[in-house]
């Protein structure tokens, strides 16, 4: 049954503008956006073996290497207890983790890739929703802002099991080789493996996704095998589209919100905008156009750490192109919002001025904006 996850009648809160961490180094290939337009820092295709890697950081968390031991699906779902004994937050286990991202995933408060790790994307994802809600701003989920929280996440189980179709199986995957002129050869920009598109799918690391399914060869895995993946389900575009009045990027905090007419939030992700030596734009800007699975358009001439000697290069569609899934051209030559191939990466890394969100995220935003939206930068 369709219904309002935005009840709570309260415009929106300041959550604090607290500025983040940057981390993620530049490196050498870096393309411009669609049109001449930007891109990140960072932006690039994770070789087959690091998408396969039980050790993976990102996402906005400590940057520590995760462990190798499995995640419990029944732990998981029992989190549920663990706000009796106290408020979860930095403190709670790997399972917990899981158990909160998900539910702030369904109700619309993306914390980004799922890690099951206290990050600053699910820290600011809980103020998000606590401010949302109407309750007072805190970095913790207890036990009434969890009452909340289950029911704008429709009392949803946490987990799903997924059955891996024909179709999943056949791909197409491809190994991707690392230089820009090199991927301008190719046809497409595809995932690179089975295990980074149901990363995609279901909007959580690779390494956790292993660890949820420690007996799954995903790289051998055969259509009709059951995988436990996250419950990240959303509500339909056609239910946010019709009051989706602004989109509001905040580039202290590095987030984007929907808003309505009456400035209440529909929904809340991460992303990453502009270093201070290529800031995002400020002020009121429009949505001019907006384009699904574009080509690439690396221009070094409108970048400043690529020598404008390097020639032009025309990238094909795909999830790992450097804009990702989503082209949105804003009404600032050279500005958009765009997708990425390294969702671990929205967050904490920078882009040349542009705004960054995961390929899920992305999708979602492509469904309910229209040209001529609203988008503010604060």
Known sequence: MERSLWKFGRPWTALGNDARTRRGARISWMAAALV??????????????????????????????????PLSAAGVREAARAVAR??????????????????????GFAPGAIDAKWSDNTRLAVRAFRAAAGLPLADEIDADAYAHLVEAADARDPLASYTLTAADVRGPYRRLPAGTYAKARLDCLCYQSLLEMLGERFHVTPAVLKRLNPDVDFARAAAGTAVVVPNVAR?????????????????????????????RPLFWMPVSVGSPEEPSPSGRLKVVSITRDPHYHFNPRVLGDVPDSRPDAHLPPGPNSPVGVLWMQLSKAHVGIHGTADPELVGPGMSHGCVRVTNWDARFLADVARPGLEVRFL
């Open 235 to 263: 509500r339909s575009a056609a239910s946010v589209a019709p009051r989706l009045a602004r989109l509001v990027v905040d580039r202290g905090q590095g987030s984007l919100r929907g808003e309505d007419a009456a400035g």
């Open 36 to 69: 001449a337009a930007c891109t990140l820092a960072d932006a690039r295709a994770l070789p087959a073996q690091a998408l396969d890697a039980s050790a993976s950081g990102g996402g906005g968390a400590s940057g520590s290497a995760m462990t190798a031991a």
């Open 86 to 107: 106290g408020p979860m937050g930095a403190a709670s286990t790997p399972d917990e983790l899981l158990h909160l991202q998900a539910l702030l995933d369904g109700a």
